[in-house]
């Protein structure tokens, strides 16, 4: 695993990885970003790299995001990791499950903005 805190961003659709690396860039450009397009992908990335703020899209091509957080929650290795959920359609179900695993926050994707990611990226990471 490599030392350096990463922040990770699940989402399977380009063009909303590029609009959140955009974000990200502009209002935590001290902070390294890696994605992954899927929960695989996702699942290996946490492996291999210290993340310390996950950003986790839903519904994904392997799997729901509300559904990984308890693969989460069970490993000892990454239940420290924040997570929050970021969605085209938060539905009140989702709402419901993703605060019983204990999610910091869920976000429609229109809310994935400058202000929103500085304030939990305060909240929830501590920068070296």
Not at 43 to 59: K, M, Q, Y
Request: net charge neutral; with cysteine; proline share 5%.
């Amino acid at each position: 695993m490599s030392g350096d805190q990463v922040c990770l961003i699940v989402d399977d659709v380009e063009f909303d990885r590029r609009m959140m690396r955009r974000v990200m860039a502009k209002h935590c450009p001290e902070m390294p970003l890696i994605v992954a397009r899927n929960l695989g992908e996702a699942r290996a990335r946490l492996r291999s790299e210290n993340v310390s703020i996950l950003f986790l899209d839903n519904a994904l091509p392997d799997g729901m995001g509300v559904d990984f957080l308890s693969e989460l929650n069970a490993d000892k290795t990454l239940n420290h990791v924040p997570v929050i959920i970021v969605s085209d359609f938060p539905s009140p179900f989702m709402y419901a499950k993703a605060q019983a695993a204990q999610v910091c926050e869920v976000w429609s994707k229109r809310e994935f903005i400058g202000s929103a990611v500085r304030r939990v990226m305060q909240k929830h990471v501590r920068l070296h």
